[in-house]
């Protein structure tokens, strides 16, 4: 396309072949009275990742395959996003399936509001999966600039930002995400946006259906998963000094409540994540662009 698109809708994927045909036929449905691309970024998959995006339908030229060899989806995004050209960056899963109204809800949210990163609604797609990873609310909501954001108060699933505001931060950490033992490259990056002085927000407009497939049983390592990306993405705020009052102050008031005495197995993988993540010694700063 010779304009650049008002929107860039980015899809990380690994080695997940057959089941990624259905996101493929929702990104093709998506109808829109603006510019955009779909960008479709394979994150070192050994399956048929590749001929299966290279034979899906191109969205009228919009679909655009790249290739990132560093695993981890911190890694893919952050490598994805400086290859788009969208005013507004916006990324989905794998596994979840755009409502076709997707480009311009999420185009009219940024213009109707001043927050430089917002989430979006993420439903369940199929009912008989757990109802877990999914955002049901109707109401639009801003965390001002500088603030504590909860781990899962924003998901990677539908998440926008105006390019400056992936400029001014640096990007995704690489070093976190799906793909890496600290899954938290989400909230991270909101986070990282927060504290470099833009308000985050929700809107309900822009919708994605997600079919992740898990069930009950896979419920408790998935929570254990997140458990130990959350302790990783709290160390990273406690170690620095800007944000470390507000961090400790919310963790422990989260930690000390007389319920949490029932989840001592989550605080123990939280803080168990944490000290893992210091002790890789992972940068204070944003890692630089490789």
């Known amino acids: 396309m010779s304009v650049a698109p008002h929107v860039s809708l980015i899809v990380c994927t690994r080695s997940r072949a057959a089941h990624l045909e259905p996101a493929l036929r929702a990104l093709a449905k998506i109808r829109s009275k603006l510019a955009w691309e779909v960008l479709l970024v394979d994150n070192a998959s050994t399956d048929n990742t590749a001929d299966l995006i290279r034979a899906a339908d191109d969205c009228g030229g919009r679909l655009h395959y790249l ?54 609604r993420i439903l369940l797609f199929d009912s008989s999966d757990y109802p877990i990873t999914i955002d049901e609310g109707t109401e639009c909501r801003t965390l001002p600039a500088k603030s504590f954001i909860p781990a899962g108060e924003f998901q990677g699933a539908n998440l926008s930002f105006r390019r400056e505001v992936l400029e001014t931060i640096g990007g995704f950490d690489r070093e976190l995400g799906a793909g890496t033992l600290f899954p938290c490259e989400d909230v991270d990056a909101v986070a990282a946006a927060s504290w470099a002085g833009f308000e985050v927000g929700f809107d309900p407009a822009p919708v994605v259906y997600h079919h992740h497939r898990r069930k009950s049983r896979d419920v408790p390592n998935l929570r254990a998963t997140y458990d130990r990306g959350r302790g990783a993405y709290f160390a990273k705020y406690l170690l620095r000094k800007e944000t470390r009052a507000t961090y400790a102050r919310a963790w422990f008031a989260k930690t000390l409540k007389p319920s949490s005495l029932l989840h001592l197995g989550r605080i123990y993988r939280e803080v168990s994540g944490g000290l893992i993540y210091a002790l890789r010694g992972h940068s204070k700063k944003r890692p630089k662009v490789e």
Do not use: H, M
Not at 83 to 107: E, H, M, Q
């Open 67 to 120: 290739y990132a060899p560093r695993q981890g989806l911190g890694a893919a995004r952050d490598f994805a996003w400086r290859n788009a050209r969208g005013k507004i960056l916006s990324f989905t899963d794998d596994d979840c399936y755009p409502a076709v109204d997707y480009i311009d809800a999420v185009w009219d949210a940024f213009e109707r509001r001043p927050e430089g990163c917002l989430g979006g």
